[in-house]
């Protein structure tokens, strides 16, 4: 299903005019925090339930990653209690109303969670699983299904935006408060992807 653009440009103009211009990092780093700004709510018994806010600010993701990172933003026994329930040893986050899938979805999730809970190893085993296991299309874009009942463990190659979306806002964001280039660069990687290939322009409009 094509998603209009002009349902998050009508309240955020700036993504218009985002979209229209070349790619920078900074251009695609807007597009996603604008698109992305999350409240993340931990439920035990259910994998995640995440719910966008409204946004007030013109700058909301620039306000995350420019604030002072030294305190985590979930406290210590909320992210020891989500990893107890959905992670494995080896990064991979499962879906425990699912089979035990692992999906893009679920590794953004973990990965934007981690580094809410400034946990720096665990962010690093997570995308470790996710860039060798789950990015392996040629195009850019994060396979969104890995199922450990299926062989080849890649159960659909399809993608899904919102899983690469939130791996790509996760990874941009550790990339700038930890100074980490190689997540930033992975980041922006992943979000040009998106807009190439995820994205079309039809009668002068951009869908999703």
Request: hydrophobic share 45%.
């Amino acid at each position: 299903m094509l998603v209009h653009w002009s349902r998050y440009n009508a309240a955020y103009p700036e993504l218009e005019m985002i979209m229209k211009k070349k790619n920078t990092a900074f251009q695609s780093f807007w597009v996603i925090g604008t698109i992305l700004l999350m409240g993340v709510f931990f439920h035990e018994g259910s994998m995640m339930k995440v719910a966008a806010q409204g946004i007030k600010e013109p700058n909301p993701v620039r306000q995350i990653i420019d604030q002072d990172m030294s305190q985590p933003l979930i406290t210590h026994q909320e992210w020891e209690n989500w990893k107890d329930l959905f992670l494995l040893d080896n990064g991979r986050v499962i879906d425990d109303q699912n089979g035990s899938i692992s999906h893009s979805e679920g590794q953004g999730y973990g990965l934007l969670l981690a580094f809410y809970a400034a946990d720096k190893p665990t962010f690093d085993l997570i995308w470790s699983f996710t860039r060798t296991q789950m990015l392996l299309r040629n195009d850019g874009l994060i396979a969104w299904k890995w199922d450990p009942a299926s062989t080849p463990n890649i159960a659909d190659i399809n993608n899904a935006t919102d899983g690469d979306i939130l791996v790509a806002y996760a990874l941009i964001a550790a990339g700038r408060v930890w100074s980490r280039s190689d997540f930033f660069d992975a980041g922006i990687n992943l979000i040009n992807a998106v807009q190439v290939y995820a994205t079309v322009s039809f009668g002068g409009d951009i869908f999703l």
